[in-house]
């Protein structure tokens, strides 16, 4: 049981470029998440789907897209890469009555 | 606008003592408050929850207290572990459809000394 994967572990991006963070579960989740952390500081909410075909924006959406096709998968697109979304990336996904979010491993993204 | 606070960014313990890691929260509508344990280079783990209507949790050697009155909430692990040294996240949501929403704090460093 794989839990929450998340493609690719780190990239480093020039200003300007575009690229697809990936995202899968295989817990059959309906929520599903994604954060960003930026040093010394708490997880902010980009993007949020409650289920396949649903999504909708957290705290910080600028500059990010996200599709939700199938229940298994959120990919988080980012358009045009500037300095300030150098980050480290979490996807998360929880189930209908537990409050408790899993989270994958995190990519390291670094625009320069 | 922190709907989630963490004011102390850093924690020292010897190991085998009591650790207490604070939290504040401003939004009397979060349903649910859980503690999230972060090593570097990982994603977040959930170690325990409470819900709005409790207050207080016990898993093994992690207990949460909820004071909602006072809109705070403690997480006190006894004993204290070396394993346990970590960024603790602080999070609240609220419940059904789009309220299910973790709203974190900015973490706690706790560092349990041998």
């Known amino acids: 049981n794989a839990g929450v994967t998340q493609t690719p572990k780190f990239r480093i991006l020039k200003i300007g470029q575009s690229m697809t963070l990936q995202c899968a579960q295989d817990?059959?989740?309906?929520?599903m998440y994604w954060y960003r952390q930026d040093p010394g500081m708490g997880l902010k909410l980009i993007y949020y789907?409650?289920?396949?075909?649903?999504?909708d924006k957290g705290e910080v959406p600028n500059g990010y897209n996200v599709s939700r096709s199938t229940t298994e998968d959120f990919p988080l697109r980012l358009e045009l890469a500037a300095p300030s979304q150098t980050s480290v990336y979490f996807c998360?996904?929880?189930?209908?009555?537990?409050?408790?979010?899993?989270f994958g491993q995190g990519t390291r993204l670094t625009v320069v | 606008d922190q709907q989630v606070k963490q004011n102390s960014p850093s924690l020292s313990v010897q190991e085998g003592r009591i650790s207490i890691l604070n939290c504040d929260y401003t939004?009397?509508?979060?349903?649910?408050f859980l503690w999230y344990k972060k090593y570097p280079a990982e994603g977040p783990t959930f170690l325990i929850s409470?819900?709005?209507?409790?207050d207080k949790n016990e898993d093994g050697r992690f207990t949460v207290f909820l004071n909602k009155s006072a809109k705070h909430l403690s997480l006190h692990i006894v004993p204290s572990q070396p394993g346990d040294s970590a960024v603790y996240f602080c999070?609240?949501?609220?419940?059904?459809?789009?309220?299910?929403?973790?709203?974190f704090g900015k973490g706690t460093l706790l560092t349990v000394n041998p």
């Open positions: 998360a996904s929880k189930t209908t009555g537990f409050p408790e979010a899993f």
């Open positions: 817990m059959n989740h309906n929520y």
């Open positions: 789907s409650v289920g396949a075909g649903i999504t």
């Open positions: 939004n009397s509508m979060f349903d649910y």
């Open positions: 409470i819900s709005s209507i409790k």
């Open positions: 999070a609240a949501s609220g419940s059904g459809g789009s309220n299910y929403k973790l709203t």
